[in-house]
Nanobody, 122 residues
């Protein structure tokens, strides 16, 4: 199995920045891609970004392109989401998940973290 733990959420003003972390563990975690998803109250969970563990190939949702950057540190077993130029509409619980390739659909992911709250004030 794969265990995932998110951290780094908090309260920030519009235009500010946050860096989220996803720490991975388990015997086969390096076989999966790591994606970031977010869910606002009353809305469906949506794709944000994904990175392959071994090759480092990335994919982003149109809503965050140019503002967010996903990266990995293999030595620390950690994936990061650097969020710049934050907007109030970015407010949500952010989750990391393990899945195949560069898939963007929630139903395709196998393992999920507990989530971390990001709140952007205006």
């Amino acid at each position: 199995q794969v265990q995932l733990v998110e951290s780094g959420g908090g309260l920030v003003q519009a235009g500010g920045s946050l860096r989220l972390s996803c720490a991975a563990s388990g015997r086969t975690f390096s076989s999966y891609s790591i994606g970031w998803f977010r869910q606002a109250p009353g809305k469906e969970r949506e794709f944000v970004a994904v990175i392959t563990w071994s090759g480092g190939t990335t994919n982003y949702a149109d809503s965050v392109k140019g503002r967010f950057t996903i990266s990995r540190d293999n030595a620390k077993n950690t994936v990061y989401l650097q969020m710049n130029s934050l907007k109030p509409e970015d407010t949500a619980v952010y989750y990391c998940a393990a899945g195949p390739g560069l898939v963007t659909t929630v139903r395709s992911y196998y393992y999920w973290g507990q989530g971390t709250q990001v709140t952007v004030s205006s």
